[in-house]
């Protein structure tokens, strides 16, 4: 599908954002008039909980309803579970792909998981085995009431802290206590560390940013609005309107828990994330004296510019650019200019997805982050008016749809490191779905997105 060759680099208008409310991710989509449409993604949460009495389900219920109300997206069976509908699959999917998980612990539920029994002790298995790959995770939140236990909450959580709502009377501030942990907004935040004044050395290097689950810092920024990105972007924009390109996709990652590393420590990182099952991978490190990866105060950078490819004779352009806390920022031109004019190529695109997050997921392996550490992810496409959505060939042919006059998609994703590859389907379709419903409203079925990440995944090309 996708085949530029390394021998070419080794001797070979801004994105508006509007209306952006704390505690949501925004994924927005830029149409052709000027309007931005704008689409809040809020953190998900799975409300977990046994069915005591007609009372503790009118309870469950006014709790999840103030979640939503809040802006949180709770799942919860009363709502999101239809007859007909698969039980367990629901429980499931609820606990895995839910950004965090709330267990209502009444003395009820904790026998029910303790003996392995009703919908609770399945939802024991699923909790079970995620804790046992990570242990130390915090996607689980114990709210204990009607439990007059010695044990609180089941033993398969551990010393777990849970969140008390025994007493009604103290609800609202409970509830607040419990949004303010979902929404990443602490009511007291912890100070960025100083240098030690007796050691003599120069201060940290790094800015102190932490964020919340939605990729929120305690000033208000989004992580991925970052100046930085800012300026990294003014150098990239420069540096492909110099061999006359406009199309590209544009990446930026970034941590919501700071690192600090050093430019070797990046360098080797970034090396050994290359996904090279096309040949040119994202965030390539070349060794040609053009092209290699330079040192810079704040991390490394690579521009590999090319007027005329050995290969189709097309001009192309990549530039990244990795910084000592872990932000990431890539732009390179679209693949689908050195096979023709005004094309994407929904195969391509999803391949390119795919090989993104694959790349992320083990640069920040490489680097050492914490599994549970999330993850920012925006990718943006940029010069779509007038161009077709079709295929790259192979199996994968589509009717070409009618040009679109949209300039640009964006779409943004909140993903825990360690987890990337577990959930990488799903986090494809969510990151190039708004791409493809520009052109004529197109959309694939879930299985297409599967078939062709998981080939991508072990190393096949469709």
Not at 150 to 155: A, Q
Not at 276 to 287: D, Q, S
Not at 336 to 361: H, Y
């Amino acid at each position: 599908m996708e085949n530029r060759a390394l021998e070419d680099v080794n001797p070979p208008r801004p994105f508006v954002r509007q209306g952006f409310a704390k505690g949501n991710r925004v994924d927005c989509l830029r149409h052709g008039d000027g309007d931005v449409w704008e689409m809040a993604v809020p953190v998900r949460v799975f409300v977990s909980y046994s069915h005591d009495s007609d009372a503790h389900k009118a309870w469950v219920l006014k709790l999840a309803t103030a979640l939503r109300e809040a802006g949180v997206d709770a799942v919860l069976d009363k709502w999101d579970l239809a007859p007909g509908q698969d039980t367990t699959m629901f429980m499931q999917r609820g606990v895995i792909e839910s950004d965090r998980v709330v267990m209502v612990c009444t003395d009820k539920y904790v026998t029910k998981a303790e003996a392995g029994s009703g919908g609770v002790g399945f939802e024991r298995l699923i909790v079970t085995a995620e804790l046992v790959e990570n242990i130390e995770t915090k996607k689980f939140i114990p709210l204990v009431r009607n439990n007059s236990l010695t044990g609180k909450v089941p033993k398969f959580l551990g010393p777990r802290l849970y969140i008390d709502f025994s007493d009604d009377a103290q609800y609202a501030g409970k509830l607040e206590e419990l949004l303010r942990e979902l929404l990443g907004a602490p009511a007291i935040v912890k100070p960025a560390l100083g240098p030690n004044p007796f050691s003599g050395a120069a201060p940290n290097a790094g800015t102190g940013r932490t964020a919340g689950p939605t990729g929120v810092t305690a000033s208000g920024q989004l992580l991925l609005d970052d100046p930085w990105f800012g300026k990294e972007s003014g150098v990239a924009t420069v540096g492909i309107a110099k061999v006359k390109l406009s199309g590209h996709m544009e990446l930026r990652f970034s941590l919501h828990a700071e690192i600090n590393k050093s430019q070797v420590e990046l360098l080797s990182a970034a090396k050994a994330s290359n996904i090279r099952t096309f040949g040119w991978p994202i965030g390539l490190v070349a060794t040609g004296e053009d092209y290699r990866p330079r040192p810079h105060p704040d991390g490394i950078r690579a521009e590999i510019s090319i007027e005329k490819s050995l290969m189709d004779g097309r001009p192309s352009y990549d530039y990244w650019a990795l910084r000592s806390n872990g932000d990431f920022y890539l732009l390179q031109s679209l693949f689908e200019d050195s096979r023709g004019e005004k094309q994407i190529f929904f195969n391509t695109r999803i391949v390119r997805a795919t090989e993104s997050l694959m790349f992320a997921s083990k640069l920040y392996s490489t680097l050492g982050v914490a599994p549970e550490t999330r993850l920012s992810v925006r990718v943006t496409h940029r010069g779509l008016a007038g161009r077709q959505l079709t295929s790259a060939g192979g199996n994968r042919h589509i009717w070409p749809s009618t040009p679109t006059l949209a300039p640009e998609s964006t779409s943004e994703i909140v993903v825990p490191t360690g987890s990337m590859m577990a959930t990488i389907v799903a986090d494809v379709q969510r990151l190039t779905a708004p791409l493809f419903m520009l052109f004529d409203f197109k959309e694939f079925d879930a299985a297409i997105y599967r078939d062709i990440v998981e080939r991508f995944v072990r190393g096949q090309s469709t």
